[in-house]
């Protein structure tokens, strides 16, 4: 079974940081490729940003020089350094092996998506 259990979301200041965290099991990070979506309050989900088997990112050029995708393949963990944050990037942040930009195509025999975490940015 494929599990991915994010956490790390929370309230912050406009120009703050939050550090996002997806555990992944049933499927390891060094053979699929990963990402992080998010969808804000009356809005569709959209690609923010994913990382492939080999480790490498691409980035919604919304986000791009502000967060900041990694993995760590032994703990088999996703993350999502987000820097500057800004009141539109308010939303639930979900960690799925669907791929939001055509390098990061999966290899998962079906999509499968964490519960998400709620990230809230103040003004």
């Known amino acids: 079974e494929v599990l991915l259990v994010e956490s790390g979301g929370g309230l912050v200041q406009a120009g703050g940081s939050l550090r996002l965290s997806c555990v992944v099991s049933g499927i390891t990070l060094d053979e699929y490729n990963i990402a992080w979506f998010r969808q804000a309050p009356g809005k569709e989900r959209e690609g923010v940003s994913c990382i492939t088997s080999a480790g490498s990112r691409f980035y919604d050029n919304a986000v791009a020089g502000r967060f900041t995708i990694s993995k760590d393949n032994a703990k088999n963990t996703l993350y999502l350094q987000m820097d500057n944050l800004q009141v539109e990037d308010t939303g639930v942040y979900y960690c799925?092996?669907?791929?939001?930009?055509?390098?990061?195509?999966?290899?998962?025999?079906?999509?499968?998506w964490g519960k998400g975490t709620r990230v809230t940015v103040s003004a």
């Open positions: 799925s092996t669907v791929a939001p930009f055509v390098p990061c195509e999966s290899d998962a025999d079906k999509p499968y």
